[in-house]
């Protein structure tokens, strides 16, 4: 494949016409002892995978890509680092797009225009023996030119939501890796506080009746707070409950 795109350093990038997943391949780096890092971006992959071991539809044009990281933290505070790309992602969608589009942050790492999900984040990462991370990598998918129709929740993408015709899974890479370098410095010198206040500017749902989705039951409640660590604060059936991982719906 030809390089078509620079990343600021220390990022390094591989790049692939076809691979089965950018999330399988970061993996099988990071196994390896890849340093961190390290970007891998496919035009297309043949076995993308979303939360939950959902099929993530991958037609060719839009953005498939990971980011392998080796950040010297326990693994739940990694956790917070789907915010960090979330809002990155946000944020540059929200710079290409006319200034009438809406968008939004879902809880835990996906990404809204109108309420229809144009970008998914899946985190995937291990840890050493003492409970501190070895390698996490951050996998991220956004609709660019296509999106899928056969999905249980609205997709859409930036095409159809009004970005000029010459936009490219190229320029959002690069535009990504610029804002995710400076959000992650913020993140390494200062903690979560900053980068949850700008996710929770651009929060979905938040004060509404929602529907969470977990692994044993389904949830109805009040989507009431994010707490300081990230965890969903759902007021149901008269007391808070933390919610740590699950989807949600309205």
């Not at 980011?67 to 946000?90: T, Y």
């Not at 660019?144 to 320029?171: C, M, Q, W, Y």
Request: proline share 4%.
């Amino acid at each position: 494949m030809n390089q078509k795109i620079s990343l600021p350093s220390p990022l390094k990038l591989i790049t692939y016409d076809t691979v089965d997943s950018t999330n399988e391949e970061a993996k099988r780096l990071a196994r390896d002892g890849v340093p961190d890092g390290v970007v891998v971006w496919a035009k297309e992959q043949s076995s993308g995978t979303g939360r939950r071991g959902r099929k993530w539809t991958s037609e060719i044009g839009n953005l498939y890509f990971s980011i392998l990281l080796r950040p010297k933290c326990s693994a739940f505070k990694a956790m917070q680092l789907s915010f960090l790309a979330s809002l990155c992602i946000a944020e540059n969608i929200t710079d290409i797009l006319p200034a009438t589009a809406i968008v939004n942050c879902k809880w835990p790492n996906d990404v809204l225009v109108q309420e229809r999900k144009i970008s998914g984040i899946l985190l995937e990462s291990q840890s050493t023996p003492q409970g501190n991370i070895d390698w996490m990598v951050i996998g991220i998918g956004l609709n660019v030119r296509s999106f899928p129709k056969d999905v249980e929740f609205p997709a859409t993408s930036l095409i159809h939501e009004g970005a000029k015709n010459d936009i490219s899974a190229e320029i959002m890479l690069e535009l990504f890796s610029h804002r995710f370098l400076s959000n992650y410095k913020i993140w390494k010198e200062m903690g979560f506080k900053p980068i949850r206040e700008a996710w929770l500017c651009r929060v979905a749902w938040l004060g509404r009746k929602i529907i969470v989705h977990l692994e044993h039951e389904t949830l109805i409640g009040e989507f009431r707070a994010l707490d300081k660590d990230g965890t969903l604060i759902l007021f149901h059936n008269g007391d808070e409950r933390r919610i740590t991982a699950g989807d949600i719906f309205i």
